[in-house]
């Protein structure tokens, strides 16, 4: 209806213009000049504000907002309609796509991409997601975690973390700032120490670690290194592989090994444990020593023993027990191989506190035995010598020692790793006594780049050595007991003797004898000899001894005087003189048995073969008996003197028999044969010595003769055979007496049978005398050497081959014959008469079996001899 009326009047006004003049014109018309309502531009009011475009239109106008502004209302200003424009958020909208942050501007707005992202058209700012987008952008191209980090990109950012066996200072797994944390290594060693498990150590690493087992073990895989987490260390058996060498014991051990030097051997630097370098050297022990007494407690220092376990049943204790208490359980190889560390000096201390103690508490002494006081000093002696020699392996290069421990002094020097020439010596001194000893001849062969040696003395053993000795001897100690040791295993004979210096305890009388003695230690006993030492020279103050073994010496002084030089001359010309003219004589009578037709028999036979024997004997001896200088050599003498000797004696055996068979069985025997003399003359004694050499083959030669040792009573493989043979000739002589008494009786005494039977009995008997003689006075001449035991043995020793001539040629009427008829077809001169000289000589038994007939059998001849 409004707009009816509108048009109406706008109507009339137009067509009435000319003549009519509207007053008022529509809203949006102005009235023009003439008249007319023409259009009014309201733009031109400014009606728009602000960031807005005015746009006039027929009777109005519009507001425009411009681009990124939006309308928010009209409002009346100034009597006016208003529009106002306000910046558009077109960020609202998301226009710029997604990892893109939009930013609103006046009218407008722009895009970045979020951080972390970059545009794809490289610009930092864009209008739109049209235009471009963001992409991701990969920070861990830059490193930015630094070293021992990891960096993870991810969408639109990124973060960062340590790599394995590193760890973030700031404690967070993941960090995206590197300059408020890094990665720090990861010490695992220290967090975790039992990371490698048991005997392996932990070794850290950049980032890591790693684990090796400790020495001594291995892992069963073989690696040598690895990680752990499971895996073991397993100990290696270092045994396997014997690395302690010979003579040596290997004890494995967790981890490692120990070496222990076995029964009889201790290491070159001491004690039984080998260190490194060391070797297990021969090591002389005490013999075990049997001790039948029950166990006692000792006291060291005071010899005291507490307990009833060696009461000897009358409220006493046995001294000798609670000696050999002691000694075993001090023993030195005992300690090496009990105690692992060691100490040799500390225990020759002890040692020796006890041996001083032991020398000098005389009412322990006084009630022991002399073999058993003679046996615990031997084992103390040798105790202390073991000890001695236990300090000298821990000594270096050239070192000499000396050591004193009251009436004990002990010097000891020592040559390592080095070659030892043969002038080399070594001297060695201890309480004014001195040794002089070749390195050379101590040196071991197995070993002859280490040597060692010691002198020990002892003082203050007089009353205790005395009382030990045989005194039948009537000998005294006039020295210090002296025991030199050396690190040599061998126990034979030195290549170069020693010698030994003594002072004398007392001034020496130029009239009284001196013996120098060793300690010789036989099986089940210990006995002082004068075999393997001999007195080299001797004056007032000091004694000179030259020895071929090492063990504990001494200077024993005769309480009686003896033979002086001028005595020893004479019995050395006696034996020269006298074995010179036996060989002589046995020859002669060897060659007359031979060829002399007259005398030829069984007994001529056996004559024959006693001066071929003796003369073999004698003249061995002769030349050989002082052959010391080989051993070997002097050896075989010795074998071939105990053979020939023992010849001797066994065909003065078959003289007795046959003398038997002669005037005991005449009617109904016959006489020996060949094949029953021969077996027993040679056979019987080469039966004795393989016996004898198989059984102690040692026992032949000593240091001073070639002849049978005293050790182990082994002469007695002479002297045994020797006094049976003699014994059987005695029993056989005797029988043959007493039936030719019987005979005499019956028969008249002037029968020439009769008086030959009794003439050639009595010839045997007295070549049985004079040879047994012989031996009988050897006995006593070996037990005690006075000068009258020493002439008669010297005499008829020497003279024997000339006594048997006498007997057996000179005193026999045929050969005498035999010998005028050669004399004097030589010469052509005549033969004397001869009276009846006969009646002390013997005569074949040819002619008394021609002549002696039986009453019985008056018709019955004798069997001719063969």
Aim: one cysteine or more; glycine letters at 8%; charged letters at 15%.
């Amino acid at each position: 209806m409004a707009l009816g009326r509108f048009l109406l009047v706008l109507y009339i006004c137009s067509t009435w213009d000319q003549y009519v003049t509207c007053l008022t014109c529509a809203h949006g018309y102005i009235l023009h000049d003439n008249g007319t309502c023409v259009d009014e531009d309201e733009c031109l009011a400014n009606l728009c504000g602000p960031y807005a475009v005015c746009k006039n239109t027929q009777g109005g106008f519009r507001c425009n907002c411009n681009e990124g502004f939006d309308l928010i209302s009209n409002q009346m200003l100034n009597n006016k309609t208003v529009t106002f424009c306000v910046d558009a958020n077109e960020c609202v909208s998301n226009p710029c796509g997604p990892n893109a942050v939009c930013h609103n501007t006046q009218g407008s707005f722009y895009c970045t991409c979020s951080k972390g992202f970059y545009s794809h058209s490289g610009d930092y700012k864009f209008a739109g997601f049209t235009e471009s987008y963001c992409r991701d952008k990969d920070e861990c191209q830059s490193d930015p975690c630094g070293a021992n980090g990891v960096c993870h990109n991810t969408n639109g950012s990124f973060y960062c973390s340590c790599d394995k066996g590193f760890y973030s200072e700031s404690g967070d797994h993941r960090f995206t700032d590197p300059t408020e944390s890094t990665c720090k290594d990861y010490d695992e060693c220290y967090t975790s120490p039992t990371i490698c498990g048991k005997n392996a150590s932990c070794y850290n690493t950049k980032g890591s670690f790693y684990c090796v087992c400790e020495k001594g073990f291995v892992q069963p895989s073989g690696e040598t290194n690895f990680t752990g987490y499971g895996s073991r260390c397993e100990d290696v058996d270092e045994c396997l592989l014997n690395p302690c060498g010979s003579n040596a014991t290997c004890n494995n051990t967790m981890g490692s090994y120990t070496c222990v030097c076995n029964s009889g051997f201790i290491s070159s630097s001491g004690g039984s444990r080998l260190q490194r370098g060391d070797v297990c050297l021969k090591f002389d022990c005490p013999s075990a020593v049997i001790n039948k007494c029950p166990p006692v407690t000792v006291e060291m220092g005071s010899v005291q023993v507490g307990g009833s376990g060696a009461d000897t049943g009358q409220g006493t204790v046995d001294p000798f027990c609670s000696i050999m208490d002691f000694l075993h359980l001090h023993d030195v190889c005992k300690m090496l191989r009990t105690k692992e560390n060691f100490d040799p000096e500390q225990h020759l201390q002890s040692i020796s506190t006890f041996t001083n103690q032991l020398l000098g508490n005389h009412s322990l002494l006084k009630n022991m035995e002399p073999q058993a006081l003679q046996e615990a000093l031997a084992l103390s002696l040798q105790m202390v010598e073991n000890s001695v020699m236990a300090v000298v392996f821990t000594l270096m290069d050239q070192q000499k020692k000396n050591m004193s421990f009251g009436n004990i002094e002990v010097e000891m020097e020592v040559l390592r790793d080095r070659n030892i020439s043969a002038a080399e010596t070594a001297t060695l001194s201890a309480k004014g006594n001195q040794l002089d000893v070749h390195w050379r001849a101590v040196t071991d062969r197995g070993d002859p780049g280490f040597v060692g040696v010691a002198l020990i003395a002892f003082s203050q053993m007089d009353s205790v050595l005395n009382a030990s000795l045989d005194q039948e001897e009537k000998l005294q100690l006039n020295s210090h007991v002296l025991t030199a040791a050396s690190t040599r295993k061998s126990n034979e004979a030195l290549d170069q003797p020693v010698n030994l210096t003594f002072h004398n305890e007392k001034a020496k009388n130029p009239r009284v004898q001196v013996v120098c003695v060793a300690l010789n230690h036989t099986v089940g006993r210990s006995h002082w000899s004068r075999q393997g030492c001999r007195l080299m020279k001797a004056n007032i103050t000091h004694t000179v001894c030259q020895c071929k073994r090492l063990t504990s010496f001494a200077v024993l002084m005769a309480l009686y005087e003896t033979q002086d030089p001028w005595h020893l001359l004479n019995l050395s010309l006696i034996s020269y003189i006298g074995i010179s003219i036996s060989l002589v004589c046995l020859f002669v009578s060897f060659v007359t048995f031979l060829v002399c037709r007259a005398i030829q028999g069984t007994r001529t036979t056996i004559h024959a073969h006693l001066c071929l024997c003796l003369f073999l004997a004698e003249l061995l001896f002769l030349i050989g008996i002082s052959q010391t200088s080989n051993k070997v050599v002097c050896a075989v003498i010795a074998g071939f003197l105990h053979y020939f000797f023992l010849t001797v004696f066994a065909w003065m055996c078959l003289e007795g028999i046959q003398l038997y068979l002669m005037v005991v069985k005449v009617f109904n025997a016959g006489c020996l044969g060949k094949r029953h003399m021969f077996p027993v003359g040679y056979g019987l004694p080469l039966l004795v010595v393989g016996i004898s050499a198989a059984v102690f083959r040692k026992g032949y030669g000593t240091p001073e003769h070639c002849w049978l040792s005293l050790e182990n009573h082994f002469l007695w493989s002479f002297l045994g055979p020797v006094c049976a043979i003699i014994l059987i000739n005695i029993v056989f002589y005797c029988i043959t007496l007493s039936k030719l008494a019987k005979r005499m009786s019956t028969l008249k005494k002037d029968k020439p049978a009769l008086k030959k039977i009794r003439s050639f009995t009595l010839a045997a008997i007295a070549q049985l005398f004079l040879l047994g003689c012989t031996w009988i006075f050897g006995i006593f001449h070996f037990r005690k050497e006075t000068i009258a035991m020493a002439y008669i043995f010297t005499v008829i020793n020497s003279f024997q081959g000339m006594f048997i001539f006498i007997l057996h040629c000179l005193l026999n009427k045929q050969v005498r014959e035999e010998y005028w008829k050669c004399f004097t077809g030589t010469f052509s001169l005549k033969g004397p008469g001869y009276s009846e000289f006969a009646a002390s000589s013997s005569v074949p038994m040819t002619s008394l079996q021609q002549r002696h007939i039986s009453s019985k059998q008056p018709n019955n001849s004798l069997a001719t001899e063969h």
